[in-house]
């Protein structure tokens, strides 16, 4: 199998140019961004979602200009937590005036996501939508200036690796966990991936902390990783617990 750069005319495609525009153009698109932080946890379940959508409120209060990119395309629920108007504009406006972009946006209400194209062959280029949705989120939507951009990331890692290529250099992260041993070894492999791509961990939330999922992944991870655990989110947290996470 030869790679791109080992091919000659008339076999090129003009591939390398493509990317290199797209990056360019998302490049533009989010010149106005300061930061850019992903949530992931690399296995569902966890409260990803959940997380993300209070972390950005919680910015928001504090004065900061914050937007979230729901990537979960098959399962966005980013539009129901931050309560956002149904049909709205592109990026629409949610509680505490955090900025959003969902692919729940363009759904109708109970149907799955579907992309054009042949169904038989639907597990050759479904991928390869995805990743093309969400270079249209990042580099075609009119994000302004923020403080910060929060990606709701779905489990799994295509997602992550797919977003590494499209701005052209890994983004931080924020790793979600619950308490139970057997997220901690799902969580653990995300983070490995991660670190080898280079990402900065910012450190670890470690989600419905309490009898109900009984553990130490937060701590475990944090050990392993060095990096810290900025906060425990009770299995019934009150609105305040958000406000003192110390994502600055």
Request: aromatic residues 6%; proline residues 9%.
């Amino acid at each position: 199998m030869r790679t791109y750069h080992q091919l000659t005319d008339p076999d090129r495609s003009g591939l390398a140019d493509q990317i290199g525009a797209q990056r360019r153009r998302v490049a533009e698109q989010l010149a106005g961004v300061q930061r850019i932080v992903a949530v992931m946890s690399g296995k569902g379940g966890v409260g990803k979602s959940y997380v993300t959508a209070h972390l950005a409120r919680s910015l928001a209060r504090s004065g900061r200009a914050v937007g979230v990119l729901d990537a979960d395309f098959n399962g966005p629920t980013i539009p129901a937590l931050l309560q956002t108007p149904p049909e709205a504009a592109a990026p629409a406006i949610g509680l505490d005036g955090v900025k959003c972009v969902s692919m729940g946006h363009f759904l109708t209400d109970g149907a799955p996501l579907s992309f054009t194209g042949p169904p038989a062959e639907g597990f050759v280029w479904r991928g390869a939508m995805e990743a093309a949705a969400l270079r249209e989120f990042l580099g075609d939507v009119k994000w302004g200036p923020l403080d910060f951009l929060v990606l709701d990331l779905p489990p799994g890692m295509e997602r992550y690796l797919a977003l590494c290529d499209i701005l052209g250099a890994p983004p931080a992260v924020l790793t979600v966990t619950i308490p139970t041993a057997e997220s901690r070894d799902a969580v653990r492999r995300a983070m490995r991936a991660a670190v080898e791509r280079g990402s900065d961990l910012l450190g670890i939330v470690e989600n419905m902390v309490g009898p109900q999922f009984p553990g130490t992944a937060g701590d475990d991870l944090a050990r392993e990783f060095n990096a810290p655990v900025i906060a425990r989110i009770p299995f019934n947290p009150s609105p305040s617990v958000w406000d003192e996470i110390p994502l600055r």
